[in-house]
């Protein structure tokens, strides 16, 4: 019903009168439908991908459609940015209109959405309709690596559980592969105990062998690209007293130097119960402290008490001194000994001849005077 209708007038020898006028019908279309690239865009891609496809049904006359990133309308660009458009008449005269948007992504393009607009004509006024907003998946390769320890390294002590979490920022997530440096700089794989999927290595019930440099490794299977990050795991543990020296005899007021030696994280301290001067001296995980003190009669009698302790706990070991006698007392000993086997020796004659003298009764029959 849309054309040009006229009106004549006839008015006998005076001849005709006509005029014209144009009726316009008007559907309004309904709201646009769209669809995103259900696949994922790659952003190295060499052809330029679909993003979305737009499309609006029955509508008079024809709409046109605009598309429109994080609200910026998009135009054509060669090689960046193309738009394709198709006008179907559908059987009961309306229009059915599609439109499908072809650009490059970058990996910014993670969170840009799209949304389309139908822009259509109604009494003379131009309107616009516009569909959802969609976001696009953007597959794009890591470009940083984070290898972090759950909880911190700062908190981990013998017996936890701990985790090693690795984090690429590419899209989608590579594959995972943990190491821990051993001896001259070889590398032990440690990917069988890991989830290479989430990136996550788990260590249960940690111990001070457990410490470490451990490294995470990626691999992008789209550009085979690698990454790598590398993190210091340190377990605290209380202290161990490993060795104890000391000199086994001693003499009263000899001066001696008694040495106790732990290994602990964090570093402990060491004290004595006893006076002395003491020196300290740290070895690796290794502390030794030296006491330099005079035998007395206390020490001898109770012994030295080491004790090391850190937040994490406390060990102590006794030392026990033995008193070496001086050679004048050695031979003090010595003749007091002499001189009591001399007793027992001349009483053991004495009795012996009294017995022989028949002096002192053998039998049980009855006394006998002496």
């Not at 059987?91 to 969170?111: I, M």
């Not at 299977?221 to 007293?241: A, F, G, S, T, Y």
Request: neutral net charge.
């Amino acid at each position: 019903d849309t054309r040009t209708f006229v009106c004549q007038v006839g008015a006998g020898s005076h001849g005709v009168g006509e005029n014209r006028t144009e009726l316009h019908v008007y559907k309004v279309p309904e709201a646009p439908e769209i669809t995103a690239n259900p696949g994922g865009i790659s952003v190295q891609s060499s052809d330029i991908p679909q993003i979305a496809q737009c499309v609006s049904r029955n509508s008079f006359p024809p709409p046109n459609i605009t598309w429109h990133k994080n609200g910026e309308q998009l135009q054509s660009e060669e090689k960046m940015v193309k738009i394709l458009a198709t006008l179907t008449r559908e059987s009961s005269g309306l229009y059915t209109v599609s439109s499908t948007l072809f650009a490059h992504v970058t990996r910014e393009d993670r969170n840009s959405f799209y949304h389309c607009t139908v822009h259509y004509w109604l009494r003379g006024q131009r309107r616009a309709v516009e569909s959802r907003r969609v976001n696009v998946t953007v597959f794009y390769p890591a470009q940083h690596v984070k290898l972090q320890v759950m909880p911190s390294s700062a908190l981990v002590k013998e017996g936890d559980d701990v985790k090693l979490v690795c984090e690429a920022d590419g899209n989608p997530a590579p594959v995972f592969s943990f190491y821990k440096r051993e001896l001259e700089d070889s590398w032990q794989d440690l990917s069988s105990l890991a989830d290479t999927n989430s990136g996550v290595l788990n260590l249960h019930d940690v111990n001070k062998s457990s410490s470490g440099l451990y490294r995470c490794q990626t691999l992008d299977l789209d550009d085979m690209r690698q990454l790598e990050k590398d993190v210091e795991l340190v377990v605290n543990w209380k202290p161990r007293i490993v060795a104890i020296s000391s000199p086994l005899y001693v003499r009263q007021d000899e001066v001696v130097n008694l040495t106790c030696k732990a290994i602990a994280f964090p570093r402990p301290s060491v004290h004595w119960n006893i006076n002395g001067t003491a020196h300290e001296y740290v070895e690796d995980q290794h502390v030794a402290s030296n006491l330099t003190v005079r035998v007395n009669h206390d020490l001898l009698r109770a012994g030295a008490m080491c004790r090391v302790s850190n937040a994490l706990g406390v060990s102590e070991k006794h030392i026990q001194l033995l008193d070496q006698k001086t050679p004048e007392s050695k031979g003090v000993i010595i003749v007091a000994i002499i001189v009591c086997v001399l007793v027992v020796a001349v009483l053991g004659s004495v009795i012996y001849f009294l017995h022989k003298k028949g002096k002192i009764p053998c039998g049980r029959a009855g006394k006998q005077d002496m």
